[in-house]
């Protein structure tokens, strides 16, 4: 991996930050619960699994800084530090479902016991979204072919998951079994992902990559020269429906008008079967300011009007197939999809 | 209108430097006809009608500039003059529309006539794309309706066309007529046309618009926010096929797949019956630091590879309409162009 996005060193989370990438490699060293939520909503940690594995790790640290007199408060208490997490960023569900099974986690006999629980409760999902990125980039690599250019969005890669990776994953180890990629990536604004931080993970990977802004994705479609497009995803409905960083269902549509297979590749801690299809997902609107401006530079003339979803959803008929570590899923989706991600029968 | 992109003052070019806009209103005073081949190149002045009329008064520039030892001599130099444009930018066909109007005038008895001869040409392109501007700017306002928002990409307004605008000519013209009328901008990467120029028109003209990054476009459109799509054009073939921005081709089948009108607003000068389809038009290769770098900021890791196509090919089966000056056109396009900008019958 180029660079870990997180890692639990003597209790406390140490966090790359990813905003000041590719130019500043600092560490945030946090033991502040707070501060680990002001990192998520800030996006100095970002992709849904590494925003999710952040989220517990801050769960375990606000646990273990609550000094309280018996276990009711303590408990009070740690529903407050939960509720802060869960309110930082709206869409990745990853986070949620984090915070799920930290509550789930929060047994034991007295508080020191809670507060051990749930680090290793943390522990354990950075352990399984570590395995499972790197399963599912394994089973995705299948998919790509030999020579082939692969279109990606954003930055699906080892930061975003705290582990090897969604798509950059299976661009990884595809060319890991020896196949010859190259990848075609969209720089991704507003905040640059593509730009900042999946051409330099390809890069170090030594992954041959261009760089384009998001409105050539289309004409290299239509000029024939895209093998396929592999995505992340923040959130997926039960229906295959697929949320994930705004610009993905225009490639989805590209894709579909150009004849160019469109998958999504995530691990099953991002489905969300609980939403039936993707108008239900909550998008985030940030700050216009990141519309207005680049790196802090002005970029319209003061004053104006900006929008800002970060997020788009993009409809199952679209998506080729989701890869998971699970295996690799087709329509149905809605049968697919409860296979890898619903409850054990 | 909101600025003058250009002005022919006591025998010199007036070119308002439009990289500079917003922040800056620095008008460049050229006389030597080099600088404004260097204004075209640097996009200090850009849009497919304001590149032909900044052609033409820089090949009169040219030709007043010209010393020369007989009426031979001259015409000789002249046709230098004439290449130096020629390979300043390959898209826009405007430019060579201008070249070739401006040779065809280069007639007279002596040189001093000649020369003369050569600045009435440049004032009556110039004279023409402004009554152009204006009469498709009427005309296409039939096609917005009352409330509508109008997607619009790159800046085809006043200072692109020297003139009354194209696609911001349509809507502005709508406006005066009454009809309330928003306006989606996109950014338009790598240089930021919508964002620098779209919305600083539309601010003074009292549209509201809304700053989007190119990214955004289809969510809008896939939210039934658009009420329909309006572009400019540098170059459109027989077959009614536009060259236009890069990204436009994206915003067509964007609004073919959400039953949005997408129309392409273009004087005549820009229709280029010699070539029967989009394939055969040129596609201008800009420098890949356009793309690393935004106003000077790098936003990507050193040595990244970039493409930087700067305008793509919208196949005709995506267009709604063509507004031109003599009309708008529909399908069958190869007919409706011919007549519009054939030879007088």
Redesign the interface.
Known sequence: MTARALEWVDGRLRVLDQSRL??DRVYLELSDYRDVVLAIEEMRVRGAPAIGVAAAYGIALGASGIRADGEDEFLARLGEVMKAFAVSRPTAVNLFRSIDRMSTAARGEGIAEIQRALIDEALRIHDEEMAATGQLSELGSELVGDGSMVLTHCNAGPLATAGYGTALGVIIAAGNRGKRVSV?A?????L?QG??LT??EL?QEGI?????????????M?QGKVNCVIVGADRIAANGDVANK??T??LA??AG?NGVPFYVAAPTSTIDLSIASGDQIPIEERSPDE??G??G?????Q?????N?AF??TPHRYVGAIITEKGIIGEPYVDGLRAAAGPEP
Chains 1, 2 share one sequence.
């Open positions: 590719p130019w075609l969209t720089e991704t604004r507003p640059l730009a900042r051409a330099w890069q041959p990559v261009t760089l384009i802004t998001d409105s050539m994705a289309g004409h290299f239509q705004i610009g269902y225009t549509v590209l008008e519309v207005t680049i790196r530079i002005p970029i319209a003339p004053g104006i009007t900006a929008a979803p788009d959803v």
